[in-house]
């Protein structure tokens, strides 16, 4: 969800206006992503390496994802949305955590979307976890510990970089990169970013089909 400072900057803002127009965003994809063929939505709000912004805009961020989980559980509940919430809750504070505990006991029964929002999450550190935790060291194992693999992420505001999410689930995941600050991202944009992974052809290390049939038509 990069470019929300950016978006509120451009327009003489403060950047938390940004991350208040991003949570519009956010309802716009959540709301478009069933039709869109997609089960599992992860949105990264917040990283552990957030932390190093200044005090003021953590704090806002912080009480900014208190409401969003607050406000948006009934919304949740109406449109078949289970929220779940990774990463770290040991230093988040204790209102946050029962928002969080609120919204995921709320909605623990929608079908249509499993919502992950991940706030004081890092990948490197979610694996380090895993590892301490699974009884046997398996690929099966510690899917089963960090979550499923991801098929597409998407990233705006022109970022290219993977700034360490979901780097395990991310194996065989198919990039696609927006100019689009996030605040600007729409359900059009979030449709087209699931054409251009079906365009894609994922090999997942096989050799393309092409390829494959004049070397099957010469063993015959
Ligand atoms: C990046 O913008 C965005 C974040 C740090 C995450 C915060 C996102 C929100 C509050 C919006 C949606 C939230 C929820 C809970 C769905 P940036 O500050 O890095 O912007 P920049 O790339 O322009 O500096």
Avoid: K
Avoid at 165 to 187: G, I, K, N, Q
């Amino acid at each position: 969800m990069d470019g929300n400072g950016r978006w509120a900057v451009a327009r003489g803002l403060p950047r938390i206006e940004g991350h208040r127009a991003g949570i519009d965003a956010a309802r716009r994809v959540v709301e478009a992503a069933p039709d869109c063929g997609i089960s599992t939505l992860t949105l990264f709000a917040f990283s552990s390496d957030n932390w190093r912004r200044p005090a003021e805009e953590v704090a806002s961020l912080m009480r900014l994802l208190e409401w969003y989980l607050e406000h948006e559980t009934g919304r949740a509940m109406a449109n078949g949305v289970r929220l779940e919430v990774i990463g770290r809750r040991d230093r988040l504070d204790a209102a946050l955590c029962r928002a969080i505990l609120d919204a995921e006991r709320a909605t623990a029964g929608g079908e249509r979307l499993h919502l992950r929002l991940a706030i004081d999450y890092s990948a490197r550190d979610a694996i380090l976890a895993a590892a301490r935790g699974v009884a046997e060291w398996s690929r099966e194992a510690f899917e089963r510990a960090l979550g499923p693999a991801v098929d597409l992420v998407i990233r705006t505001g022109g970022e290219r970089r993977l700034s360490d999410f979901l780097l395990w689930e991310c194996a065989y995941a198919e990039l696609v990169f927006s100019r689009t600050m996030w605040p600007d991202f729409s359900a059009a944009d979030l449709a087209g970013a699931v054409r251009e992974f079906h365009s894609r052809e994922r090999r997942f290390g096989e050799i393309p089909h092409v390829a494959a049939a004049p070397h099957q038509a010469w063993l015959d």
